[in-house]
């Protein structure tokens, strides 16, 4: 099953979601309009409302308030997006300048103050305590990660597990949540709740990892971003901590100038290092066996063709090429 027909499955939830989203982005202030059609209807994969809608339908949902769920999923990591691309001073994202150099640095930390905002209002009329408390938890372990991973930036001591721990908060745990929310929202039992809250974090993790690998291996073309940037942002991302483990002393010297000083002058030579050293496969590996955890814990979720495509999401996402 490929994407496309993952996203066909439910064709009518992802187009109730696009309107929702569009709904709730309306403002009476003109800038937010416009940095938020920029950012937020410019699409994207918006594998996070798949992921949400596809979890909500396997858990039995049937009366609407997924939509509402997966909006606001949405909405909580675009404000992410517009707030980690000032600290990281990003060009491109989704193939377009990033909104920060459209629009200058306040504009986008504002808007994505207001995007976070505005989630927690689409919180509040779910009336779903259960639902506020998981947003809560999880908005506050995503800034954690990103606290950390500012922290991690420019030190090449950075450990796997250090990373690894980063990775969980600020990516995976938004995509736990998101399919924790789908179960409450459908009223599932709470072992089901709990196998798609599972399957949530070890796709999140998958798909990370296979991120950070893309970054030494991808085209800036379909990535829609400039191939380089962690490295160009000292970032100590798993291929370059597995690299300067098992790389010589030289090349393990080049690499940890390069995590201390951020650029891209070494690039060519550091992304030779990280392919001859196997990081880029064993990064890979970690991703196949976190997918494959993912696709595991759907055996506590009930049979249907939705379980089926939350499994085809899992292979999709260490199989992607952007």
Do not use: C, W
């Not at 001591?157 to 990516?171: A, H, L």
């Not at 991120?211 to 991808?218: E, K, Q, S």
């Not at 942002?233 to 790389?247: S, V």
């Amino acid at each position: 099953m490929q994407l496309k027909d993952i996203r066909a499955l439910v064709a009518d939830d992802l187009a109730a979601v696009d309107a929702e989203i569009r709904l709730q982005l309306a403002s009476d202030v003109a800038l937010v309009n416009q940095v938020g059609d920029y950012i937020v209807v410019a699409g994207g994969k918006r594998l996070r409302p798949l992921l949400v809608v596809l979890a909500a339908r396997a858990a039995g949902a049937k009366d609407g308030a997924h939509v509402r769920a997966a909006a606001l999923i949405e909405f909580i990591h675009t404000a992410t997006l517009l707030h980690d691309d000032v600290v990281d001073d990003s060009a491109r994202r989704r193939g377009l300048a990033t909104a920060n150099q459209a629009f200058g640095n306040p504009a986008s930390v504002l808007v994505g103050d207001f995007l976070y905002s505005r989630a927690f209002q689409m919180m509040a009329a779910l009336d779903s305590a259960p639902v506020i408390r998981v947003m809560a938890d999880a908005t506050n372990t995503i800034a954690a990660g990103e606290v950390m991973q500012l922290m991690n930036s420019g030190d090449p001591d950075t450990t796997e597990i250090r990373y690894m721990d980063v990775i969980y908060r600020k990516t995976a745990r938004l995509f736990e949540a998101g399919a924790q929310i789908a179960a409450i929202v459908a009223r599932a039992p709470a072992e089901v709740e709990t196998a798609l809250a599972n399957y949530g974090r070890h796709l999140g993790i998958a798909f990370q990892l296979i991120d950070d690998a893309l970054d030494y291996r991808g085209d800036a073309h379909e990535l829609g971003k400039n191939v380089g940037d962690d490295l160009a942002e000292g970032k100590p991302t798993l291929p370059l901590i597995h690299a300067l483990k098992h790389g010589d002393a030289d090349a393990a010297a080049m690499i940890r100038s390069a995590i201390e000083e951020g650029g891209t002058e070494q690039q060519g030579p550091i992304r030779a290092v990280v392919e001859s050293t196997g990081s880029l496969d064993y990064t890979a590996r970690l991703a196949d066996s976190e997918a494959r955890r993912a696709e595991e814990a759907l055996a506590g979720v009930p049979a249907s063709a939705y379980r089926d495509a939350l499994a085809a999401l899992a292979r999709f996402a260490v199989s992607r090429s952007n």
